[in-house]
């Protein structure tokens, strides 16, 4: 509860109300709610072709907490995986996670307008190709979001061919407290990447490109480039 608190004060936002109950596992939750002009919100529909999306956390987090507890359990998983990644690399590839989804997408959110973003979202259970079409849909022009590159912890891609398919590099691994797909102009987007770089010191990546379609959509495109990270 500590934690939780702690980050609603890193978001610059408070934690009210509430109510407590007996429970023999720890879970906690909430509803986060803003109220901003219109002038300041981003409404996610203005993408337009020769636009660029960029995203700003690593993929395969899904991967990566498994592995962890197949590693703990030394399961059948864990007997499939250790064929392909040492226990010093899993528990890399843990840490990495870990410390994405402990980050807040606070500095990706700020920097939007001051980039001319055109919308976004964020991706977590859909994965970051059912988000990025559930984004293409609500677009005003009918376009398509065609992914050329991903960003995935390294080695998890092999972990998830080898022990178990969550189907990572089709982009339908759900993400836990995944990054900002943001819509931007394509000439503020290597700027945008440089800032969060700055800020956060993570990386941020130029992963799909916007283009013309009869249907609005979004897709892996057969030549993806993988960056692991």
């Known amino acids: 509860m500590f934690w939780w608190l702690d980050l609603a004060n890193e978001a610059n936002t408070r934690v009210v109300g509430g109510q407590t109950v007996l429970n023999p596992w720890p879970i906690i939750g909430g509803v986060a709610q803003s109220v901003t002009s219109s002038t300041e919100f981003i409404a996610p ?51 990495v996670a ?5 980050r807040l ?12 973003a055109k919308g976004g979202t964020d991706v977590t259970g859909f994965g970051v190709i059912g988000h990025a079409k559930n984004l293409a849909i609500n677009q005003k022009q009918s376009v398509r ?32 407290s995944g990054g900002l797909l943001v819509i931007l102009p394509k000439d503020q987007a290597s700027q945008f990447c440089d800032e969060m770089l700055e800020i956060d010191g993570w990386s941020a990546w130029t992963v799909a ?15 993806v480039s993988i960056i692991e990270v």
């Open 45 to 95: 529909e203005h993408a337009e072709p020769g636009d660029v999306i960029v995203l700003t956390k690593p993929l395969g987090t899904q991967v990566a907490v498994n592995l962890k507890e197949w590693m703990r359990k030394e399961d059948k998983f864990w007997s499939k995986a250790k064929e392909v990644i040492s226990k010093e690399d899993a528990e890399r590839a843990y840490s």
């Open 98 to 102: 870990a410390s994405s989804m402990a």
């Open 105 to 116: 997408n606070i500095s990706g959110a700020r920097i939007m307008s001051k980039y001319k």
């Open 145 to 176: 979001f065609e992914f050329h590159t991903l960003p995935v912890i390294k080695d998890m891609l092999k972990v998830n061919d080898a022990a178990y398919n969550f189907k990572l590099k089709e982009g339908l691994s759900a993400e836990t």
């Open 209 to 223: 490109d916007v283009v013309a379609a009869e249907e609005r959509d979004a897709i892996i495109r057969n030549d």
